[in-house]
């Protein structure tokens, strides 16, 4: 059976804490794997990453892929509360189909 | 610009009753996706499409039916509305391999 699985599922941090987010995935016919940013309306994308071992970087966010191992994380340096949110990783496979991770939600606190 | 919207953002609905939501995106986009979000379980694929005249069920589809009569548009139609259907439901467009999400609809089957 297809899966992603994140963890922590929450991250209750200090204002300038780095963090990193875990997303760990089992998926025939794997293309690529891609992470989100949902406040409060629809997820936003941040990433997608097809390529092992190569970052992915947007300011203070950066992201790798490790195929071999099945699994990439995301690490955000210096957090602000601006980054309170949940993190959502979601595999693509077959034709554009997207399997996601039941997400972690982290909150940053000043 | 081009977006994608949904409508109702919010619905109320009583046990049994068909209800229909609408998805609309104005980006020509091939792939259109409906997923349902809940505590627990991240986004999960109902139906999707990847172009006029064609639907794939998804992980979560019983109960629930769309159709694709022109590239804008994929309503989702829920044949008998249920409690267990009560859920934020999203609709996502894509090219290729980022999705774009609508803003959500929250349903309650009451």
């Known amino acids: 059976e297809d899966k992603v699985v994140q963890s922590p599922l929450s991250l209750v941090v200090h204002e300038g804490d780095t963090v990193t987010l875990n997303c760990s995935y089992e998926?025939?016919?794997?293309?690529?794997l891609l992470w989100y940013k949902q406040e409060k309306k629809a997820p936003t994308f941040l990433f997608m990453l097809t390529s092992s071992g190569i970052e992915k970087k947007s300011g203070r966010l950066s992201s790798i892929l490790d195929k071999k191992e099945l699994f990439s994380i995301l690490n955000i340096t210096a957090t602000q509360t601006g980054d309170s949110a949940i993190y959502l990783c979601a595999a693509l496979y077959n034709t554009d189909k997207l399997i996601f991770g039941t997400g972690t939600r982290l909150q940053v606190f000043p | 610009d081009a977006e994608i919207t949904q409508s109702p953002r919010h619905k109320i609905t009583e046990t049994g009753r068909q209800v229909t939501l609408a998805c609309h995106q104005t980006?020509?986009?091939?792939?259109m996706f409906w997923y349902r979000q809940d505590l627990g379980h991240g986004l999960r694929l109902i139906h999707y499409s990847y172009g006029v005249h064609d639907t794939n069920k998804g992980e979560v589809s019983d109960g629930y039916s769309v159709s694709r009569s022109n590239t804008e548009d994929l309503p989702l139609t829920l044949e008998s509305a249920a409690s267990s259907q009560t859920s934020v439901y999203f609709c996502?467009?894509?090219?290729?391999?980022?999705?774009?999400f609508g803003q959500g609809t929250r349903l309650t089957v009451v």
């Open positions: 998926v025939t016919n794997f293309r690529s």
């Open positions: 980006w020509n986009h091939n792939n």
């Open positions: 996502a467009s894509s090219v290729d391999t980022e999705a774009f």
